[in-house]
């Protein structure tokens, strides 16, 4: 009995599947939505000059509602 159970795992176990296609592209950055490679404007100075646009504005709004007060 245990070795028709064994004889039998072993057969399952080693039984191939079709592989399924799929029109999604496999790899390294693949699962990210922006476009990393072969761009015009590298992706570094997109992604840090959104940040210090966002960093700056609050500086920015304090120094125009300074200036229209008259402190500057």
Do not use: D, W
Not at 17 to 46: C, D, L, M, W
Not at 57 to 71: D, E, H, M, R, T
């Amino acid at each position: 009995m245990f070795n028709q159970v064994t004889r039998l795992a072993t057969r399952r176990a080693f039984s191939a599947t079709v592989k399924q296609s799929s029109h999604f592209q496999e790899g390294v950055y693949s699962n990210i939505p922006v476009k990393i490679h072969n761009r015009k404007i590298p992706y570094a100075f997109v992604h840090f000059g959104f940040f210090a646009l966002g960093f700056a504005v609050p500086f920015i709004s304090c120094y125009v509602q300074l200036k229209k007060f008259g402190a500057f």
